[in-house]
């Protein structure tokens, strides 16, 4: 089943209103969910945070998602919002300690970013298995990959 068949605007909503509840997001955060249509754009979700005002849009790709699962895109980045001050100030920490462009800054800021996306998506993964309408994981990157003997083609046998 192709994505847009699985899911309407309205039932995405639902999904959004539901998640933003049991996440406890509202009414700390005043969030809206806008749907993204242009089939060029290479992101499924992401967010524009206002964090002094704590006021976030949570973009949704309905266009050219990447995923197939729209509620586990939902769930994941809304958990970016929940860990959103953890973010700021380790990213704080990492540009007030290491020179931008240098390789201890690049080491520092690649390493906290990957381990910040790893952990956003653990949290969602759990989150949506306890409470998901759709528990089928997205896979779509994962099918892009060369698999475990791609990635040794071509190389020298060391026996």
Request: proline content about 3%; hydrophobic content about 35%.
């Amino acid at each position: 089943m192709l994505v847009e068949e699985k899911y309407s605007k309205e039932h995405l909503s639902a999904l959004f209103d539901k998640y933003i509840k049991k996440l406890r997001i509202t009414p700390d955060w005043d969030i809206k969910l806008e749907f993204v249509e242009d089939k060029t754009w290479r992101k499924t979700g992401d967010f524009k945070i206002d964090c002094n005002d704590k006021k976030a849009i949570l973009l949704l790709n309905i266009g050219n998602p990447k995923a197939e699962n729209l509620e586990e895109v939902i769930v994941h980045e809304l958990m970016h919002i929940k860990m959103y001050p953890l973010d700021q100030v380790t990213e704080s920490l990492i540009t007030s300690h290491f020179e931008e462009g240098t390789p201890a800054w690049n080491f520092a800021y690649n390493q906290f970013f990957n381990a910040l996306e790893q952990t956003v998506e653990e949290l969602a993964k759990c989150f949506l298995l306890e409470f998901g309408d759709d528990k089928d994981l997205s896979y779509g990157r994962c099918s892009k990959m060369k698999s475990f003997n791609e990635l040794y083609d071509g190389l020298n046998n060391i026996e």
